[in-house]
Nanobody, 118 residues
Framework: QVQLAESGGGLVQAGDSLRLACAAS????????IGWFRQAPGKERDFVAS????????DYADSAKGRFTISKDNNKNMAYLQMHSLRPEDTGVYFC???????????WGQGTQVTVSS
């Protein structure tokens, strides 16, 4: 079992930056990946970014490339999503998720709200 807890959301203006954090507990994340997802009001949950816990290799949605950076701290079992140049369309609840490499995400946090005003 993996427990995940997100933090760092808030209300910001367009163009601002924000860093989200995901605290993982319950087991080692070796052979896992951590992903960030966003769910806007009335919409599906969309992939934003992920990181391979073993290699550190990141992956990004097109909307996140060049603006967002996913990172991890092995010692603290934390993952981060640094977001720059935020846009109103980035608004939503951001979830972190964990799953074994090559498999679906099966552990989810409760989410943190990010609101970007224009």
């Amino acid at each position: 079992q993996v427990q995940l807890a997100e933090s760092g959301g808030g209300l910001v203006q367009a163009g601002d930056s924000l860093r989200l954090a995901c605290a993982a507990s319950g087991r080692t994340l070796f052979e896992y990946r951590i992903g960030w997802f966003r769910q806007a009001p009335g919409k599906e949950r969309d992939f934003v970014a992920s990181i391979n816990w073993n290699s550190g290799r990141p992956d990004y949605a097109d909307s996140a490339k060049g603006r967002f950076t996913i990172s991890k701290d092995n010692n603290k079992n934390m993952a981060y999503l640094q977001m720059h140049s935020l846009r109103p369309e980035d608004t939503g609840v951001y979830f972190c998720a964990a799953g074994r490499l090559g498999r679906e995400y099966i552990y989810w946090g409760q989410g943190t709200q990010v609101t970007v005003s224009s």
